[in-house]
T-cell receptor, first 112, second 116 residues
Framework: DVKVTQSSRYLVKRTGEKVFLECVQD?????MFWYRQDPGLGLRLIYF???????EKGDIPEGYSVSREKKERFSLILESASTNQTSMYLC???????????FGPGTRLTVL | AQKITQTQPGMFVQEKEAVTLDCTYD???????LFWYKQPSSGEMIFLIY??????QNATEGRYSLNFQKARKSANLVISASQLGDSAMYFC?????????????FGSGTKLNVKP
């Protein structure tokens, strides 16, 4: 079975803190994605990566950065967390030519 | 313009009845894929069904079928014989781009409640 894990299920941080969200997949997938999910807005793509050290901006990259130093790990970084970044963050991965994405369990981030 | 539109924020269905969840999409690509995911209250995203743009037959997976109308750019999900466990959020999604450079778009979701 494909397994996508995220470092935390719940996280509480203060405004201005630097926040790292980690995602690891164990199936050698090329593509990895970070989404945020907000009620009434569905999932919105923040960043994705199709190879090690490669990254592409999604629809809402402002306030976020990413890092992919190893194929299995894709990190989302909030350089200076703000209250409007309180959300559910979902990581996903996909092998080349796949018909679906495999999702992690999500991290519910609260910024106070 | 929205890539994926789900116009039903919430729906109710009686147990054992069929229900259709609407989804329309917008793309100029010839090759694309359409997906439906289920998200129960626990939060995990569960893949339900996939339809490729070149597939001529509607996709089916058990009680799920995808009513694909290419000319109308619609990809409605039909759940037959609803069960209480079907109560969840349902998201329609589309993959654009070539296989090595996928980008996925999601709709805003439909919350389905199955009544006993």
């Amino acid at each position: 079975d494909v397994k996508v894990t995220q470092s935390s299920r719940y996280l509480v941080k203060r405004t201005g803190e630097k926040v790292f969200l980690e995602c690891v997949q164990d199936m050698d997938h090329e593509n990895m994605f970070w989404y945020r999910q907000d009620p009434g807005l569905g999932l919105r793509l923040i960043y994705f990566s199709y190879d090690v050290k490669m990254k592409e901006k999604g629809d809402i990259p402002e306030g976020y950065s990413v890092s992919r130093e190893k194929k299995e790990r894709f990190s989302l970084i909030l350089e200076s967390a703000s209250t409007n970044q309180t959300s559910m963050y979902l990581c996903a991965s996909t092998p080349l030519g796949a018909d679906t994405q495999y999702f992690g369990p999500g991290t519910r981030l609260t910024v106070l | 313009a929205q890539k994926i539109t789900q116009t039903q924020p919430g729906m109710f269905v009686q147990e054992k009845e069929a229900v259709t969840l609407d989804c329309t999409y917008d793309t100029s690509d010839q090759s694309y894929g359409l997906f439906w995911y289920k998200q129960p209250s626990s939060g995990e995203m569960i893949f339900l069904i996939y339809q490729g743009s070149y597939d001529e037959q509607n996709a089916t997976e058990g009680r799920y079928s995808l009513n694909f109308q290419k000319a109308r750019k619609s990809a409605n999900l039909v759940i037959s014989a609803s069960q209480l466990g079907d109560s969840a959020m349902y998201f329609c999604a589309m993959r654009e781009g070539e296989y090595n450079f996928n980008k996925f778009y999601f709709g805003s979701g439909t919350k389905l409640n199955v009544k006993p």
